[in-house]
């Protein structure tokens, strides 16, 4: 099973994020799906998770990851995914900069009856921002 855990973060990842195919979703997360970010949670499930995947594939074109899965125990995996893609829009404040940009998040899923149920995520994305505006 838990090899089967670290292929589902990849698989998901391939599928829903790098090729926009959101009607897998479901098959993925949990509908009851919540992320901690920074202090923060965010509870919304299966509308969380594809506008905040949906919002990042029209801010940057070209978007696509690399997965790194770095330990598996049972219902928890630990993982690197590195991201990159030319931001072509405004983002959170941001303005949008034409240029490629890669920033990483470091990730633990909790995995339930098969989907990703929760996960703890820490992200360099408005530090990458950052430094994109002063180049």
Do not use: C
Not at 8 to 17: D, E, F, P
Not at 18 to 31: C, I, L, N, P, R
Not at 64 to 81: F, K, M, Y
């Amino acid at each position: 099973m838990s090899s089967a855990n670290g292929k589902l973060i990849i698989t998901a990842n391939k599928l829903i994020v790098d090729a926009g195919d959101f009607d897998q979703v479901t098959d993925y997360f949990s509908e009851d799906y919540t992320v901690h970010v920074t202090g923060r949670s965010y509870e919304g499930g299966h509308k969380l998770v594809k506008k905040t995947i949906g919002d990042l594939r029209t801010t940057f074109s070209d978007l696509a990851t690399e997965i790194e899965i770095l330990l598996v125990h049972e219902s928890r995996v630990a993982w690197q995914r590195t991201y990159t893609g030319i931001q072509v829009r405004a983002y959170k404040g941001f303005p949008a900069t034409n240029k490629t940009m890669t920033w990483q998040d470091m990730v633990v899923s909790h995995i339930e009856s098969g989907l990703i149920r929760e996960e703890w995520l820490v992200t360099d994305l408005a530090e990458q921002l950052l430094r994109a505006r002063k180049k």
